[in-house]
């Protein structure tokens, strides 16, 4: 069974160009989330979808940042205007159930974002 | 607000050693607790989910152990290797608040 997929990998930009990053769940995941990990910090939540539901955007910026799950199952992250501060690894998740539930949680690989 | 430690930083041991990382919590009104293992530049991989009701799990040489009374949590590791060497992080789920993460343990197995 395939993982949590995420694209792309690597990405470098200069600051102020927008940039993208798409996240595939496990099949049958209901509940995805996107995740912020800074070197030598553990990852912090950005935004938890319950299907196509954005239930916890409660630490995203919205003034840059945005998040789509219009079939409730791929993700888009996007930032615009990428900042130097947003250089970072962009983690997604996703599990069966959702906060409330005991359900497991499944990393992708991550995308590393480096904004010059 | 639940905050999550986990001692040492880091931790170097020569290969065969048994080893115990360490996570504590302050608010014990948990769901589940859960291990994962993350290598340079990779994503992150469940090793264990413990439950609020269970008090340990097990799988292979890893033994991980909960007891909310004290907030503490320990991953026990048995015969090190050096293919264990990575980052391992604890990470709590409360219900309806987000995964809260402790910044890890860097761990090096020396052969």
């Known amino acids: 069974e395939a993982g949590v997929v995420q694209s792309p990998r690597y990405k470098i930009i200069e600051k102020k160009q927008p940039v993208a990053f798409w996240c595939n769940p496990i099949?049958?995941?209901?509940?995805l989330y996107w995740y912020l990990q800074n070197l030598g910090q553990g990852p912090e939540l950005l935004i938890r979808?319950?299907?196509?539901?954005?239930?916890?955007d409660s630490q995203l910026p919205k003034d840059r940042f945005s998040a789509e799950r219009l079939k409730g199952v791929d993700s888009t992250l996007k930032i615009q205007p990428a900042e130097l501060g947003d250089s970072a690894v962009y983690l997604c998740?996703?599990?069966?159930?959702?906060?409330?539930?005991?359900?497991?949680?499944?990393f992708g690989e991550g995308s590393r974002l480096t904004v010059l | 607000k639940q905050e999550v430690t986990q001692i040492p930083a880091a931790l170097s041991v020569p290969e065969g050693e048994n080893l115990v990382l360490n996570c504590s919590f302050t608010?014990?009104?948990?769901?589940?607790l859960q291990w994962f293992r993350q290598d340079p530049g990779k994503g992150l991989t469940s090793l264990l989910l413990i439950q609020s009701s269970q008090r340990e799990q097990t799988s292979g040489r890893l033994n991980a152990s909960l007891d909310k009374s004290s907030g503490r949590s320990t991953l026990y590791i048995a015969a090190s290797q050096p293919g264990d060497s990575a980052t391992y992080l604890c990470a709590l789920n409360s219900g309806n608040t987000p995964l809260v993460f402790g910044k890890g343990t860097r761990l090096s197995v020396i052969a």
């Open positions: 099949s049958g995941h209901n509940t």
């Open positions: 979808y319950e299907n196509e539901e954005a239930v916890d």
């Open positions: 608010d014990s009104a948990i769901y589940n």
């Open positions: 998740a996703s599990s069966i159930g959702g906060a409330t539930n005991t359900g497991e949680l499944f």
